[in-house]
């Protein structure tokens, strides 16, 4: 897959804010930096407690939620940002394919649930979205 | 389990069953046999006991009329009168009226010299002084003798009575006729060959047996001193084997014995004997007859629910199999998708930077373009594969609606029209009409369709045909759809093998091997079966059956 719709070149923060949380410290890291590009206002954590700590700190408006991460998942996360921040857009992430874990995610408020590895682009798209229907709602 | 096995455990149950049941009736048979046998023996005795007695009573019922007789005659006339030969003449005439047991009659005085004689002979010269019988008589006042000759040559039997008067003895005696007596004797006889007798203490015979030439041996046991009753032996010679009884009469020593001759007597337990043996073996022809059968249907019937039993196993080895896959893979995924996804937005990022940067005027920046693309090209395939691996792991119910089998077909082949064009394959339609709609998961039965599809395009490659067939069988409630495609068919090897995991005929990287696992697992989920039939050279069919109501399979 190609991306190459790109007009920014520089880090212009007029996007949503997005906080990504991810085991996996090669790719939160990656994944803010290319979503930086893309006009985001991005933020990386490791965990899912570090993400409801960052959440209390700043104020966003996408969350992309890793599922399978070691101490608190992705699930028990979202229910926790959606009791506390319900207006909150979460998409799910998951490398740990089948419905079963999105169709639970998706009953707990989550925006979308997407499967690793996944094009930047959708995932762009997704954010986008999400965002809109947050500011809508 | 192997077919000597088998044939062993039907040994096994033949020898058993024969034993528990041969056993018992050969028992029964020997038992009621020798029951019967020596209930036989002891009736058939008991008879001879009371027929012994009976003739023991008519013969001793005879010799006392004959005493009796001659005593009447004895004490009833004076001796003047029994001197007188005319008186004596009449007086034996009278006897003689009745029977003609009585030959002769004779008045004796105490010298022993006949004083007067009624009869066939001229025994007036005799004199009977030293006599046996003479001196008998003197003592016990009345004497029946044993059978002799005497003075006129011919077997007799003398009774005297002793007579008192005038101061004198007198003797008066009467000869028997033995030819009477013989056959008075023999009067009864039972069967052919039974024999009766009479013999003196000494064991010599009083009457003329039957069958001539008695051997001593026979009655031998009886001999000696009388007892009361009737005593029974049986006696086996070279010739034949007899009942004898024996008896001893109450008015003379002598003892009657009666012979029988035990084959004529024990006919009915010979027959018994036959029959006995005629039941006990058409019954053990029987058992053996009933036990083989049911052997043979025991093994038969062993036979076949092996032979299912075996099918099932490997129903189940498949089952597990692919559960074991689907844990395996869902386990892989994540590890294997973390990783990608990192690779994928490493590459991403190196495409930005690619972007940002001057680099375009590097000779190669198309290179470096190229690995990218490769990258992200190859991510996704890894990806791909990883995600038709993933179709394991779900646990998901399927989704169940009515559904006609026959559209779910029309639309899937809609898929493949192009490609179906393209290649020249003719899709031949056999539709039932009366199929009934069916409880089932559509997106599910249209994946495997659309497997099957493509492996069937595959194995044609170009120009064939395909025949899709689909039937209803009421009985099972069961669909049935089946595949049909002329292509090149596949070798034993490969049939053994079709349904494992990663298993694939075509090239590397065009099939992943997991098609046919993943649609054996989604039929068998949906309660149904897949099989099929393959020959090389001739195509292959595949059938599948969907039952019409959805029912869950355990796993």
Same mark, same amino acid.
């Given at each position: 897959m190609t991306e190459k719709n790109n007009s920014q070149i520089a880090p212009v923060h007029t996007g949503p804010s997005v906080l990504v949380v991810d085991d996996e410290q090669d790719f939160v890291e990656t994944l803010v930096k290319r979503l930086e590009r893309r006009g985001f206002k991005v933020t990386g954590v490791g965990s899912g407690q570090d993400a409801l700590l960052k959440l209390g700190e700043t104020k966003f408006d996408v969350v992309i939620l890793d599922? &399978? &991460?070691?101490? &608190?998942?992705g699930i028990e996360t979202l229910r926790e940002i959606k009791l506390a921040w319900p207006k909150i857009q979460v998409i799910l992430l998951s490398g740990?394919?089948?419905?079963e874990m999105g169709m639970r995610g998706m009953a707990y408020g989550a925006y979308a649930y997407l499967l690793k590895p996944v094009s930047l682009k959708i995932v762009v798209e997704t954010a986008y979205m999400a965002f809109e229907e947050g500011g809508l709602r | 389990m192997s077919i000597f096995g088998l044939k062993d455990l039907g040994t096994k149950i033949a020898i058993t069953a024969l034993c528990f049941s041969l056993i018992p009736l050969i028992g029964l048979g020997v038992t009621m046999y020798s029951m019967f046998a020596s209930a036989y023996h002891t009736k058939v005795r008991a008879n001879l006991i009371t027929l012994a007695e009976n003739k023991r009573q008519g013969i001793d019922l005879f010799l006392r009329e004959q005493v009796a007789q001659l005593r009447t005659v004895a004490y009833s006339h004076s001796v003047d009168e029994l001197s007188s030969q005319d008186k004596l003449d009449s007086i034996l005439t009278t006897m003689q009226l009745?029977?003609?047991?009585?030959?002769d009659v004779g008045l004796i005085n105490e010298e022993g010299m006949h004083v007067s004689y009624s009869g066939p %002979?001229?025994? %007036?010269?005799?004199? %009977?002084?030293?006599?046996d019988w003479f001196n008998q008589v003197m003592v016990r006042k009345i004497y029946v003798s044993d059978v002799f000759e005497g003075f006129r040559g011919f077997p007799h039997m003398v009774i005297a009575i002793k007579k008192q008067e005038k101061g004198r003895v007198w003797i008066l005696r009467a000869t028997i006729d033995s030819d009477i007596f013989d056959s008075l004797v023999r009067w009864l006889q039972i069967g052919d060959s039974g024999d009766a007798y009479l013999v003196n203490r000494a064991g010599d015979l009083q009457t003329r047996p039957r069958?001539?030439?008695?051997?001593? !041996?026979? %009655?031998a046991s009886f001999l000696g001193s009388p007892f009361s009753g009737a005593r029974t032996a049986e006696f086996e010679s070279q010739k034949r084997k007899i009942f004898v009884g024996g008896i001893w009469l109450e008015q003379k020593d002598w003892l009657l014995v009666i012979e029988e001759d035990m084959r004529g007597e024990l006919q009915p337990l010979f027959e018994t004997q036959a029959a006995t043996w005629a039941v006990v073996g058409s019954g053990i022809a029987f058992i053996i007859i009933g036990t083989l059968l049911i052997t043979r249907m025991i093994v038969a019937q062993q036979d076949r629910s092996n032979r299912e039993q075996a099918q099932l196993n490997e129903e189940l080895i498949q089952s597990s199999k692919m559960a074991a896959l689907g844990k395996l893979a869902a386990g892989v995924a994540h590890e294997v998708n973390n990783p990608l996804a990192v690779i994928r937005e490493k590459a991403g990022w190196m495409r930005d930077l690619l972007e940002e940067? !001057?680099?375009?005027?590097?000779?190669?920046f198309q290179e470096f373009e190229d690995a990218v693309d490769k990258i992200e090209q190859h991510v996704e395939r890894a990806g791909n594969v990883v995600h038709r691996m993933l179709g394991f792991a779900r646990r998901m119910e399927p989704v169940c609606n009515d559904l006609y089998v026959n559209d779910i077909l029309k639309q899937t082949t809609a898929f493949l029209d192009n490609e179906i064009r393209f290649r020249n394959i003719e899709l031949v339609w056999n539709l039932a009409s009366d199929l009934p709609t069916i409880q089932s998961d559509a997106a599910q039965i249209q994946q495997v369709i659309l497997n099957l599809f493509n492996n069937a395009i595959d194995a044609i490659d170009r120009n064939g045909h395909i025949t899709v067939t689909t039937g209803y069988d009421a009985v099972m409630e069961m669909v049935s759809i089946s595949l049909r495609d002329d292509g090149p068919g596949m070798d034993k090897d490969v049939q053994k093998r079709i349904? !494992?995991?990663?298993? =694939? =005929?075509?090239?590397v990287g065009e099939g992943t091997g997991l098609g046919l696992s993943i649609s054996y697992s989604i039929i068998n989920k949906l309660g149904g079966s897949i099989r099929f039939e393959s020959e090389e050279g001739q195509g292959t069919e595949f059938v599948i059956h969907l039952p019409v109501k959805h029912h869950d399979r355990k796993e």
């Open positions: 599922v &399978m &991460m070691p101490g &608190m998942d740990h394919g089948g419905e | 009745g029977s003609r047991t009585f030959i %002979y001229n025994l %007036y010269q005799a004199n %009977y002084k030293n006599e069958f001539g030439n008695k051997s001593k !041996d026979v %009655y940067e !001057d680099v375009g005027k590097s000779p190669n349904f !494992d995991p990663f298993f =694939t =005929t075509k090239k």
